[in-house]
C-alpha cells in the first residue's frame, strides 16, 4: 500500500503503470491511493498545517523579517495552478487563462518554506485575489515602468520576501513529481491528492533540519505588471507606508540601492 500511494505522488505515474508494476487491480490501486492521501491530511494537518494562535503568527512574522527583512508580515501567499485532464462534463470552468484545465493551490508559506494555510479546490478560471478575497488586497508591486528610485525599492523588497512562496511551490513539484504532468484525476480526487502532498511536505520540512542558503538580496527586482485588479484605499495606504519605511533608517538595507 505504502509503495503504491509514493509511487503515485512521487513519480506521477499512472494507476494503469501501477497496476502492472505491483498486479494489483486499476480500481484497488485508485482505492489505495486516496484512501492514504485522505488519511495523511487527516492525521497531519491538524499538527503541520494546523490553525494558528497569536503566539503562531508573531513567531512566523519574527522570523520571516529576519529571513527576508520585511517587518509585519506573517508569510508570502500565492496560487499555483495544478495542471489537471479535462474534467468529464466540463467546458470551461477549470480551463485557466494559459489555455489548459487545472485546479488552484493558494498557499500561505513560512520563512522555512513551510505551508501555513492552504486552499484546494477553485476552479482554473479563478484569479487568486477572488479566492483570497482579502479587504486590504492591493495590487503588490508597482507595476508601471519609470518608478521613482523608492518605488523601486519596495518592489524590490516585495520580491525577496514573495520568493518564499515561489520557492515552496519549486521545492514541492520537485520533490512530488505528480505536479509534473497533467492529473488525470476527478477534480476532488485531484485535490485530495494536492493536500496530502503540501502537508507531507510540511511534515518533511520540519524534520530535514536543512537551512537553504538566502541569497535572495542578489537578486535584482522582476519586471512586474499590474494584476488587473482594483486596489483598496487601505491596501494602497498600507504600500506607501512599507515604500517610505524601506527607505529609512530603520528599514534601509546596506544593497538595496545597488540592485535597483
Not at 118 to 130: F, P, Y
Not at 179 to 201: E, N, Q, S
Not at 243 to 258: A, E, M, N
Request: hydrophobic share 35%.
Amino acid at each position: 500500500m505504502v509503495g503504491q500511494y509514493q509511487r503515485c505522488l512521487a513519480t506521477g505515474n499512472s494507476f494503469h503503470s501501477l497496476h502492472y508494476g505491483y498486479l494489483r487491480g486499476v480500481t484497488a490501486i485508485w482505492e489505495v491511493v486516496r484512501t492514504t492521501c485522505t488519511a495523511l491530511w487527516t492525521c497531519l494537518q491538524p499538527v503541520f498545517v494546523a490553525e494558528k494562535n497569536e503566539e503562531d503568527w508573531l513567531s512566523i512574522a519574527d522570523e520571516f523579517n529576519h529571513r527576508t527583512n520585511f517587518p509585519n508580515c506573517i508569510g508570502a501567499v500565492d496560487g499555483k495552478l495544478i495542471r489537471m485532464c479535462k474534467p468529464d462534463g466540463s467546458d470551461s470552468e477549470f480551463f485557466n487563462y494559459k489555455s489548459y484545465f487545472s485546479t488552484v493551490l493558494l498557499a500561505l508559506v513560512d520563512a522555512d518554506y513551510k505551508f501555513v494555510a492552504t486552499e484546494v479546490g477553485a476552479s482554473g478560471s479563478s484569479s487568486d485575489s477572488n479566492i483570497l478575497s482579502s479587504p486590504i488586497y492591493t495590487r503588490g508591486p508597482y507595476p508601471h515602468r519609470n518608478l521613482s528610485i523608492a518605488k523601486r525599492i519596495f518592489n524590490y523588497s516585495l520580491t525577496r520576501a514573495r520568493r518564499m512562496v515561489e520557492c515552496t511551490f519549486g521545492i514541492l513539484c520537485n520533490k512530488r513529481r505528480v505536479f509534473h504532468c497533467a492529473i488525470d484525476l476527478h477534480p476532488d480526487f485531484a485535490d485530495i491528492v494536492v493536500k496530502a502532498c503540501c502537508v507531507l511536505h510540511s511534515y518533511v520540512r520540519a524534520r530535514d533540519w536543512i537551512r537553504f542558503e538566502d541569497t535572495l538580496h542578489e537578486c535584482p527586482p522582476e519586471n512586474t505588471e499590474s494584476l488587473g485588479t482594483r486596489s483598496t484605499f487601505r491596501g494602497t495606504g498600507v504600500r506607501e507606508y512599507f515604500t517610505k519605511y524601506f527607505i529609512s533608517s530603520q528599514g534601509c538595507l546596506p544593497w538595496q540601492y545597488d540592485k535597483v
